[in-house]
C-alpha cells in the first residue's frame, strides 16, 4: 500500500511540470559549465545571420528569444515540425521576436527551420554552435532563453510541453509567448486585418514608417487594404500625440521620451496635422531654457554612464554634470551616481 501511495504522489506530481519531448536528449560529450546570464548583445554576438537582422536595440519593446537548435537527432526531428508550426502560429500576434539559431557542428544552414516552416516576419534565422556555450545550454537541442530587459532571465528546454484535455500539447516556448512577458506593440493592433499586421510588422521592429515609405507601401496595395493602411497610420500617430500630451505633465525623464517623440513626428510626418501640431511644440520647447538644461543635462549624464569604466572615472563624468547643471533632474541622478560608489 505505502507503494502504492508513494507512485501515485509522483505521478500526480509530474502532471504539474512541462513534460519533455520524446527525443530531446543531450548532445554527445557536452559538458554542463556553470555561465552567467549574458545580455541579449553578446549572445547574438557571433551568429552568422541569413539575410538582414534587426538589432535588439530596434525592436523597442518586443521581447526577444534566442532558441537554438540541431538537425542531428532523429526522434527530435519526428516532433519538430509540430513546435515550428505552434511557434510559426502563435508569434505573429504577440510582441516578440524570435532569434532562431541553427548550432549544428557539422553544418552549416539554416535550411532545417525554414523547410519546416519556422517563418514569420518577426522569426529571423542564423548559424553558430558557439552559441550553445556562451548561453550556458546543456545541448544545442531545441534550447531557449526569454530576455527580460535585455539580460538572458533562464534556460529551457524548447521541446518540453504542457498536455492539455484533448490530448494534444502546447510547447513550453509557445505558453511563454502567449503570457505576454511584458512585451507591447507600438503601431499594430489586434482588430487590425493579417494582411495589414504583415505589411506594418517591418516598422514595428526598426524599419523607417514616414511619408515617403508610406507612399511607396500604398503603391503595392489595393483599394480596401491601402484604406486600413491609412486608418491604422492615422491612429497610430494619434496615438503618439496623446502619449505627447501625457508626458507634459509626467516626470523630466517622461518629458524627454515626449519631447522625443514629438520631434520623430514632426520630422517624418511634417505635413499632417499631428506632425504640424508636434512641430509647434518642439518649437515652443526649443525657446524653454529649462527644458534645454534638463535635455543637455541628460545627455552628459548618459554620456558618463556609458564611458564610465570605473568608480573613479564615473565620479569625474557625474561630476561634469553637476557642477553644470546641479539643479536638473539629472544633475540629481549624477549626485546619486556618486553616493552609490562612495
Known sequence: MLRLSLLSIVALFSLTLPRLALGQIAAPGMQMVPVKNVSIDEALAGVRWQGRVPSPASIGDKTPIV????????????????????????????????????????????????????????????????????????????????????????????????????????????????????????????????????????????????????ISLRKKMDDSLADEFNTAVSDYLNRQVETIKTSREGSIPEQIKGYEIAEMVATDFKSTPQGRACRELVDTLEEDETFQNELTAKKLYDQGKQKANSAVTLKRMMGRVISRYADTHYGQEAQKAIDAVQ
Open 67 to 214: 532558441m537554438v537548435y540541431a538537425s542531428w537527432c532523429p526522434k527530435c526531428n519526428v516532433w519538430s515540425p509540430e513546435l515550428f508550426a505552434q511557434i510559426h502560429e502563435m508569434i505573429r500576434d504577440q510582441p516578440v521576436v524570435l532569434f532562431a539559431i541553427n548550432a549544428d557542428e557539422t553544418t552549416r544552414g539554416v535550411s532545417y527551420a525554414v523547410e519546416r516552416n519556422l517563418v514569420g516576419p518577426n522569426i529571423f534565422h542564423g548559424d553558430d554552435p558557439s552559441i550553445v556555450q556562451r548561453m550556458g545550454f546543456q545541448s544545442e537541442l531545441f534550447m531557449y532563453s526569454v530576455f527580460q530587459d535585455g539580460v538572458q532571465s533562464g534556460r529551457r528546454s524548447a521541446g518540453s510541453y504542457y498536455p492539455k484535455d484533448d490530448g494534444s500539447k502546447e510547447f513550453s516556448i509557445v505558453r511563454d509567448m502567449k503570457s505576454g512577458m511584458g512585451g507591447s506593440f507600438s503601431i499594430l493592433t489586434s482588430d487590425m486585418s493579417p494582411r495589414l499586421r504583415e505589411v506594418l510588422w517591418p516598422a514595428e521592429i526598426g524599419a523607417k514608417l514616414d511619408e515617403r515609405s508610406l
